[in-house]
């Protein structure tokens, strides 16, 4: 099994999922812009190197976690980048959440090299307290053999892997996945605001809605009501978790798959403009549940006031 591993971007994600591999005797060398991340691997008994190409040049299996689709092309692309460094057969593995086009055209310019390099994409769910504790779960997208070559650094990071199908496939699970938890999300914080404006507890709310048919896993376990859950991001002012950010950049991809897909998804279009509008008031860096916090009118979204305002019997504009 694969034993030497190179680790490209230790954040609030890749660094605890690097710091795993390290506990379970895994040889890590890792590579981010932010001293303090390299720092945090060192303490926890990985190497560092300089560069992504440094930490891939050796590695069995070479682990980028980067936040945008500009950033792993970035990664892999040069003279000095992943694919220039990576020694023959290695495997390349992305778990950055992205177009599905971008783990495709680096699979496609790994291959042209015919050095044996072989890619999968593997976005995560679990959010960082997944991270921390080893249990996210892997949706993977590639070939299935070299999963099965792969499937112990999977294990010692999280708890399930699923095989989603060919390359990019786990970016498409990722993306429709990421689409309905924004639903989900924004649909739990009006149905808590609603109840906690008419006098209810929101944790007696919570509980009774828990055992209904409105239950879901935000209701579940990450309440974004501050009082409700301990140990959660509206339990610490909302730092930490899953950023606001991040999410909308899931949303817009998802909305961009939609379109070119010419699927219609107006729910998944409204939470985005509901993301955008929380965004634009500064909450960017501030977990995605804090959402429960905008207040906000549909005349304040432009692209969706409009639909308010149609004649009767006519589609809405999404």
């Known amino acids: 099994m694969a034993r030497k591993i190179a680790f490209?971007?230790?954040?609030?994600?890749?660094?605890?999922?690097?710091?795993?591999?390290?506990?379970?005797?895994?040889?890590?060398?890792?590579?981010?812009?932010?001293?303090?991340?390299?720092?945090?691997?060192?303490?926890?008994g990985g190497k560092t190197a300089g560069s992504a190409g440094e930490a891939a040049r050796g590695a069995d299996v070479v682990i980028t976690m980067l936040p945008t689709g500009e950033h792993v092309h970035a990664a892999y692309a040069g003279e000095k980048g992943i694919l220039a460094m990576a020694h023959d057969a290695a495997v390349l593995v992305d778990c950055s959440t992205v177009a599905p086009d971008v783990p495709r055209n680096i699979a496609e310019a790994a291959a042209a090299q015919g050095r044996g390099l072989a890619m999968l994409d593997a976005p995560v769910s679990g959010g960082t307290s997944g991270a921390a504790a080893g249990t996210l779960t892997f949706i993977v997208g590639g070939e299935a053999g070299v999963l099965e070559k792969t499937r112990g650094v999977f294990d010692a990071m999280g708890r399930k892997v699923f095989h989603a199908g060919a390359i990019g496939a786990g970016q498409l699970v990722k993306l429709c996945n990421n689409m309905l938890l924004g639903v989900l999300?924004?649909?739990?914080?009006?149905?808590?605001?609603?109840g906690i404006k008419n006098g209810l507890d929101p944790k007696?709310?919570?509980?009774?809605?828990?055992?209904?048919s409105g239950q879901n896993v935000v209701l579940q376990t990450y309440s974004p009501c501050p009082g409700?859950?301990?140990?959660?991001p509206s339990a610490r002012g909302y730092a930490g978790g899953f950023a606001t950010d991040l999410m909308l950049k899931d949303l817009r991809l998802a909305s961009d798959l939609a379109q070119?897909?010419?699927?219609?998804?107006?729910?998944?279009q409204i939470v985005k403009a509901l993301y955008e509008l929380h965004q634009s008031r500064g909450s960017g860096p501030l977990d995605h549940s804090s959402v429960f916090n905008l207040s906000a009118t549909l005349d304040e979204l432009p692209s969706l006031a409009s639909n308010q305002r149609r004649p009767a019997g006519t589609a809405p504009v999404i």
């Open 8 to 44: 490209i971007g230790l954040g609030n994600m890749g660094g605890p999922m690097a710091a795993n591999l390290v506990r379970k005797g895994f040889d890590v060398t890792g590579f981010d812009i932010f001293q303090e991340a390299l720092a945090r691997l060192a303490q926890a």
């Open 185 to 194: 999300t924004i649909g739990t914080c009006e149905a808590l605001r609603l």
């Open 204 to 212: 007696v709310l919570t509980e009774i809605m828990c055992q209904s």
């Open 228 to 232: 409700v859950m301990e140990n959660v």
């Open 260 to 268: 070119q897909s010419e699927v219609r998804a107006p729910l998944g």
